[in-house]
């Protein structure tokens, strides 16, 4: 069994409250991954400063704001503003740590995506 990681960062931050959507391509023996060849994709989502989980371990494959294209390996996923809600409003920036994990093959193979992205608190902008 295989894990490969990828890890992205967005320096440009969402506003507080804001929608976000992530989109990547999801590649298996580097080509774009089939949807059929996915067993499932699963997102984790942790206020970093917090240590505060804001979604745990959630099935995105075609559900819960995650598309999955059936041939191009293309996933979108919709980050919301209950997502992207300030929870310490002491902090001009809240960190976000997207986690999708992602099973090919029945289980055979896996990918880790860490997506870090930057909430700006509106409240506290001079």
Known sequence: MSTQTV???FVE???EKS??????????DDAPAAAANISD???????????????DDLSVKNANGGVME?????????LTQ????IQNDKRPFERRLLTLH??????????RHEVLYYVQNLQVVT
């Open 102 to 111: 992602v099973t090919y093959n029945g289980g055979n193979s896996h990918e």
């Open 7 to 9: 890890r992205t960062e």
């Open 82 to 85: 209950t997502h992207n809600t």
């Open 13 to 15: 931050p969402v506003a």
């Open 41 to 55: 994709i699963k997102a984790t989502l942790i206020d970093v400063d917090a240590g505060t989980v804001l979604i």
């Open 70 to 78: 059936p041939t191009s390996g293309i996933l979108t996923l919709a």
């Open 19 to 28: 929608d976000r959507t992530y989109r990547t391509i999801l590649t298996l």
